[in-house]
């Protein structure tokens, strides 16, 4: 199928600037990447920024008078101001680089655990999830529940592997301090629709926080647009490095909620008996941050800011759509999520029949085609579908049809390999 039948991107001239889609594996096997629900291949223009920073500019940031201490702080608060664009944020001080989504997510869970009145989640509250959930986005509610009393709720799941919310007023209650929910499932590839949730939740009062971590990659992200409270996302997912996250809060909020981590730059003053704290987002940054890592950032952002996001959106539309039809004219094959393209992102779940997915995983490596297998941390789907694990392919930027029609060929040599 041509990309210009498709309406893609012109993914020949965006390959050239990954060079680890050049490599051979086993020997002689043109890599076939598609694991990026788990992390993105980088551009040369990230690698080469953090070349740059490494050699060039070097140094910790803030209070250093020295070049390399103002380059650096330029680099790293330029990283924000980009971000902060990227995601429409009303302010840069709404925007606090984490190490990743967790980090995020973990941060804003013991904020409520600790704040004052109205944020403190208490015994008696509710907390609100999904059964869809990455781990990050349920084991850190679990813990405020359990360490303050509150009580954890969910919304199910629906066969097709869309939330069933024909209980949302029941669900979402006057007791309700916190809904926390996945923007686009990782192994189901569901995008929730947010405002319905948003909505509700705050009729009763409670604040909404959102796991963009497979959304902010792949399409228009408008933090004041969507009306939660806190945004979490990752960088490594969306051509940045590894160890950089970012969350987004309302500047009022963060402003009354209390720190996070004590030292270093969170601080305004310290005496032996009492501190004061800096100014957000700073009073969330404690210690050295992970500077190199926002620079890259940034200049991911600046990278798919080029392409366009909208652009990015409509390619891996087209190629999920592609790869659905595909996919399901496989004898034996069931897609674990919704079967259509609409509401869905790029991120595909499928088991094979009586094969392990940890062996289909493995045959297709032996042929150059990556993939994740397991429960993709979101083990709770995987026991409500009753299957142990999926085999998931998971398509970006610089994915053609010649990938997808690789996968299924693939998939045609594990079912032959397995009898």
């Known amino acids: 199928m041509s990309t210009q039948l498709l309406g893609l991107l012109d993914v020949e001239k965006i390959r050239k600037d990954f060079p680890i889609l050049d490599r051979l594996v086993h020997g ?76 995020a997510l973990n941060l804003v869970s013991n904020l409520l655990a600790w704040a004052d009145e109205p944020y403190r989640v208490r015994a008696g509250d509710e907390v609100v999830i999904t059964e869809m959930e990455h781990h990050s986005n349920i084991v850190p509610w679990q813990l405020l529940c359990q360490r303050v009393g509150a009580t954890l709720k969910w919304f199910g799941l629906t066969e097709e592997g869309r939330l069933d919310l024909s209980r949302i007023d029941e669900v979402i209650t006057e007791r309700t301090k916190v809904v926390s929910i996945v923007y686009v ?69 963060l402003e009354e909620l209390p720190p996070f981590l004590g030292g270093g730059e969170m601080i305004e003053t310290v005496t032996m008996t009492s501190s004061t704290y800096a100014a957000v987002p700073h009073k969330y940054e404690a210690g050295t941050p992970p500077i190199a890592q926002a ?66 995983g493995q045959v297709l490596d032996d042929q150059g085609i990556a993939v994740r297998v397991g429960h993709h941390c979101a083990r709770p789907v995987c026991l409500r579908y009753g299957i142990p694990a999926t085999t998931r392919a998971s398509f970006y930027i610089y994915n053609s049809p010649a990938d997808v029609d690789a996968l299924v060929a693939g998939i045609e040599h594990v079912k032959r390999f397995f009898g």
């Open 28 to 103: 002689d096997k043109p890599l076939v990447y598609l694991d990026n629900a788990a992390t993105s291949q980088k551009p040369r223009q990230v690698l080469d920024a953090l070349s740059a920073y490494y050699e060039r500019h070097n140094a910790n940031v803030h209070r250093g008078i020295h070049v390399l201490a103002e380059e650096a702080t330029a680099l790293y608060e330029g990283a924000r101001d980009k971000v902060a664009a990227f995601i429409k944020a009303p302010s840069r001080d709404e925007v606090i680089f984490t190490k990743n989504s967790s980090e």
């Open 185 to 253: 499932s990782n192994i189901l590839g569901t995008v929730n629709p947010i405002d319905v949730i948003v909505r509700r939740a705050h009729e009763v009062g409670a604040m909404v926080v959102v796991d963009a971590s497979q959304a902010a990659p792949h399409m228009p992200l408008d933090v004041a647009a969507l009306g939660a409270d806190f945004v979490a996302f990752t960088g490594h997912k969306m051509c940045g490095p590894t160890g950089i996250g970012v969350l987004w809060g309302r500047k009022q909020v």
């Open 295 to 360: 620079v890259g950032l940034g200049a991911a952002v600046d990278y798919l800011s080029e392409i366009g996001m909208e652009n990015v959106q409509a390619h891996e539309h087209a190629i999920t759509r592609y790869a659905l039809e595909a996919l399901q004219s496989i004898e034996g094959l069931r897609i674990i999520g919704p079967y259509t393209a609409d509401d869905r992102g790029a991120a595909i779940s499928f088991t094979l029949g009586d094969i392990h997915p940890h062996d289909v």
